[in-house]
């Protein structure tokens, strides 16, 4: 069974750009939550979807924006980079939603932001 | 509101040592408690999990009870192996919530 895959793996981007991470969840999976992990902020939630639907989102800018497809893969998109959102962007996958609470980690999107 | 709380790292220890990585939480309710581990260049993982007070959750040598009375989901193994270098993050979820909350994440090393 294939895990949770992330592209791409990794990124450079200068300030004022904007990039789409994506995520495909593992097969049968239905919720995505994407976390910002930052060496002084920890793992910082950004948003959850169920079946299209965002169902929670963190105290983050609105240039943080997400989607999730029919097929239940997803993305997320940052406009107008900042400096600051230099970080690793983890996706993460769960079976029943609200349920179980387990999640399964992609192995994450390294954003530079020059 | 929600949060977890875990002790701050570095760890460093030596093989075969004891470990404990100390977490506490702020919850209403009941949530589901958890311990991740990233291994570098990696995404997280589940270590174990415990989804009601007094359960004991275990893994790999690794274990954490649900101590509702003290509110703490501490981790602790009784031997380190190199191997377990890594960095280990509590996590708690509480259903409707849609979202689990992180500690800011302990790193061990393991010196052989």
């Known amino acids: 069974k294939a895990g949770v895959t992330q592209t791409p793996r990794y990124l450079i981007k200068t300030r004022g750009q904007q990039v789409t991470l994506s995520c495909s969840p593992i097969s049968g999976h239905r919720s995505v939550s994407w976390y910002q992990q930052t060496p002084g902020q920890g793992l910082q939630f950004l948003f959850e979807?169920?079946?299209?639907?965002?169902?929670n989102k963190g105290n983050f800018p609105g240039r943080f924006s997400g989607r999730q497809f029919s097929n239940s893969r997803s993305e997320m998109n940052v406009s107008t980079l900042e400096l600051g959102d230099s970080a690793l962007y983890l996706c993460?996958?769960?079976?029943?939603?609200?349920?179980?609470?387990?999640?399964?980690f992609g192995e994450g999107s390294r954003l530079t932001v020059l | 509101g929600n949060s977890v709380t875990q002790m701050e790292g570095p760890v460093t220890l030596s093989e075969e040592a004891f470990l404990t990585i100390n977490c506490t939480y702020t919850a209403t309710g009941y949530p589901s408690l958890f311990w991740y581990v990233q291994y570098p260049g990696e995404g997280l993982q589940l270590l174990l999990k415990?989804?009601?007070?007094?359960d004991k959750g275990s893994n790999k040598g690794f274990e954490a009870t649900y101590r509702k009375e003290t509110t703490s989901f501490h981790l602790e193994k009784g031997s380190v192996q190199v191997s377990d270098s890594a960095v280990y993050f509590c996590a708690l979820f509480y259903t409707g919530g849609f979202k689990t909350i992180f500690g800011a994440g302990t790193r061990l090393f393991v010196k052989a």
């Open positions: 993460a996958s769960n079976l029943e939603g609200s349920l179980t609470g387990e999640l399964f």
């Open positions: 979807y169920f079946s299209e639907t965002q169902r």
């Open positions: 415990a989804t009601k007070a007094d």
